[in-house]
């Protein structure tokens, strides 16, 4: 059964920062784009970074130079090193994994709604809150 867990959300104050994990089980991680997503409160969820099986990565211009995401594909884990908190950053985030051509395309021409939707396999979320 495809599993995905996420943990290291918490509170944490403006500037501060967190680590998120996703470990993954199953048969989805090796070939899968792995991806951060988030969703604040009264607001639809948005991709924020992605990293292919191959280690490309690339991020939404609002966490730009403030975020990283890394993955360990003998762990099947993957990560999202957040620095510089800012209060809009407070949302669940959700670890999700996806392939395929339609998905490689979307995020290429940085379509980053219509990319969000493709991803196939979803954790459970964990809530990040930064308080100003």
């Known amino acids: 059964q495809v599993q995905l867990v996420e943990s290291g959300g918490g509170l944490v104050q403006a500037g501060g920062s967190l680590r998120l994990s996703c470990a993954a089980s199953g048969n989805i991680f090796g070939p899968n784009t792995m991806g951060w997503h988030r969703q604040a409160p009264g607001k639809q969820r948005e991709l924020v970074a992605f990293?292919?099986?191959?280690?490309?990565?690339n991020y939404v211009d609002s966490v730009k130079g403030r975020f990283t995401i890394s993955r360990d594909n003998a762990k099947r884990m993957v990560y999202l090193q957040m620095n510089s908190l800012k209060p809009e950053d407070t949302a669940v985030y959700y670890c999700?994994?996806?392939?395929?051509?339609?998905?490689?395309?979307?995020?290429?021409?940085?379509?980053?709604?219509?990319?969000?939707?493709?991803?196939?396999?979803w954790g459970q979320g964990t809530l990040v809150t930064v308080s100003a």
């Open positions: 990293i292919t099986s191959g280690g490309y990565s």
């Open positions: 999700a994994g996806g392939r395929g051509e339609e998905l490689n395309v979307l995020l290429h021409l940085r379509l980053w709604m219509l990319a969000d939707a493709q991803f196939d396999y």
